[in-house]
């Protein structure tokens, strides 16, 4: 067999199609979401390249539709969650065996499939199920993904080339093991290009996986494993399983051969779930790496010598794009006394010409919330506010969900900093404003800096360089990604690695080497040529007379 050193193809971010009227992929996408909607499929789960059915039906509604039916997915319990476990395992050694390039030949040619004919595909289930709008879609399940997929196999190649220097007589070099045992991901239901990436990531460094998807993101979740079936991926090197949350944390975190979680959340979950691994320590071969993106509280500050009207754009943009569940969605603002009047008025003006509705009208900004337990928490929250003193709803505030779960972008303007809107992440387009008097801008850096305990996005606004750099080094722990003279969403792979600190993750960048970094378990060889065959030391001969 021939071998190389191989160099993989230069990852260059894939371009974001238009939509606008008339252009072809307007087209593509509003046929391809005619022909899903038009029928309803049965969702299996896949263990060991086998499709499990089961006796419990679950049915698949878009959020924006809720009398449409989708589909169903088969739901599984234990069984099958020990079932792909086992699968799981008995795939490792000839995954891990396998090549890294043939491991990176797949994860190309899943990207390149995803690229082409599976784009409009990827996009019609991910607006469909988790009714998100045509442009939201397309920065998120074609390419997000792609990038993910094709700048991963890019770190996994520089990973291996990391190697130590060697001195005379002696070869060091550094072998990335993968992880002992299985890995589980665990993937939410606002990103689909999230969902692809923590169980892809985790196989591309030889590792095998168990991954259990939102039932939410299930409907798009099943076109994902449909690609990456097409583009060669072994049977049993990712099995999706259908389960509880309950089932899971049983089965899972009690497995002497769990190696680590792949996780993206809530904070409450991923916490729990760091507190069952620390209980069951004692059960694992291995200490498990726990690697987890969790919850925001993402803010906009802007500074008095800010634009105004880039920062009600940002504000916009940032608290309503795919309804304010992003992970990164800017959910409160602190803006100065000097400017709020103008901003107040830009931002209304942009809100009176936003369009709510389902996503299949091209024309909606806003589309449904994703199900009814997130519309009545919002709607409850709402309620609240209108029925505080300390608060008041200066734009939005309507609810609906008699044909879907829809919320108005809605814009709270917050008498107290310590209002619960401003410190409480309600995950849904609900931005709250505290306005500050200007001379008591460091004042309230600091209640920005301990209002929350999560440190995910932040964006600050300011056309002077001192204020600048002065909010940057001074809220420097409250963001893992920050954005200056930007909306706090929206990171790129390979420009922005996504994770945020504190209470919001352990921080460990999504689409960057460092995450791939988890994945795997060095060993350090090093070989002599010419061993010793003495085991004196010069120093240990007496001095010559």
């Not at 729990?272 to 969790?294: A, D, F, L, Q």
């Not at 369009?355 to 199900?371: W, Y």
């Not at 995450?515 to 060889?525: A, Q």
Request: net charge negative.
């Amino acid at each position: 067999m021939p071998k190389g050193i191989y160099k993989v193809p230069t990852p260059k971010n894939e371009p974001v199609k238009s939509y606008a009227p008339g252009s072809p992929e307007r087209a593509e996408l509003q046929a391809k979401v005619k022909e899903l909607r038009s029928k309803e499929i049965e969702v299996p789960n896949y263990i060991g390249g086998k499709e499990v059915y089961t006796e419990k039906k679950v049915a698949m509604h878009p959020p924006y539709d809720i009398k449409h039916t989708l589909g169903h997915y088969h739901q599984g319990g234990k069984e099958e969650l020990n079932l792909a476990i086992d699968a799981a395992l008995e795939a490792k050694p000839a995954w891990e065996a396998l090549s890294w390039e043939h491991r990176a030949s797949i994860f190309l040619k899943a990207a390149d499939l995803i690229a082409g004919p599976y784009r409009q595909k990827m996009n019609a289930a991910t607006m469909l199920a988790q009714s998100k709008n045509a442009f939201q879609a397309e920065i998120d399940s074609a390419c997000e993904i792609i990038d993910f997929l094709r700048f991963n196999v890019k770190y996994m190649t520089e990973i291996y080339a990391q190697q130590p220097e060697s001195s005379d007589g002696v070869w060091n070099r550094v072998e990335q093991r993968p992880l002992e045992g299985f890995v589980f991901a665990l993937t939410p239901f606002n990103f689909t290009a999230i969902a692809g990436n923590l169980p892809t990531s985790v196989a591309m460094m030889g590792n095998t996986v168990v991954w259990k998807a939102s039932r939410s993101a299930i409907y798009s979740a099943n076109v994902l494993m449909e690609v990456f079936r097409e583009a060669g991926l072994p049977d049993g090197v990712i099995n999706l399983v259908h389960v509880s949350g309950s089932v899971a944390s049983d089965v899972i975190f009690s497995h002497p051969d769990f190696a680590g979680i792949h996780f993206t959340g809530s904070t409450e979950v991923f916490q729990t779930i760091w507190k069952t691994i620390g209980n069951n320590i004692h059960n694992y071969k291995t200490y498990p790496r726990i690697v987890g993106e969790t919850g925001g509280k993402d803010y906009i500050f802007a500074h008095p010598s800010a634009d105004a009207k880039a920062v009600a754009v940002a504000m916009t943009r940032g608290a309503f794009e795919f309804q304010g569940q992003k992970c990164s969605a800017a959910s409160r603002a602190y803006i100065p006394s000097s400017m709020w009047s103008d901003v107040k008025e830009y931002v209304l003006e942009d809100l009176k010409n936003i369009k709510v509705g389902s996503p299949e009208d091209f024309t909606n900004f806003v589309n449904a919330v994703i199900d009814e337990p997130a519309f009545d928490k919002l709607a409850k929250a709402i309620d609240d506010i209108k029925a505080s003193e300390d608060a008041e709803i200066i734009a939005g505030g309507s609810y609906d969900k008699s044909e879907g779960y829809f919320i108005d972008p809605t814009i709270v303007l917050a008498h107290d900093p310590h209002f619960f809107s401003m410190e409480e992440e309600l995950f849904g387009p609900i931005l709250t404003v505290y306005v500050y008097e200007d001379k008591e801008l460091d004042k309230t850096l600091d209640i920005l800096d301990n209002t929350s305990m999560y440190a995910l996005t932040g964006a600050i606004f300011s056309q002077c360089r001192y204020g600048i750099e002065k909010l940057t080094k001074r809220l420097r722990n409250t963001a893992g990604n920050f954005y200056i003279n930007d909306k706090p969403t929206g990171a790129v792979v390979g420009q922005q690695p996504f994770g945020g600190a504190r209470g919001s993750g352990t921080n460990d960048k999504a689409g960057s080497m460092i995450n791939l970094l988890r994945w795997v378990s060095p060993r350090t060889i090093k070989e002599t040529f010419v061993p010793a065959k003495d085991y004196m030391y010069p120093n240990f001969q007496p001095d010559s007379e």
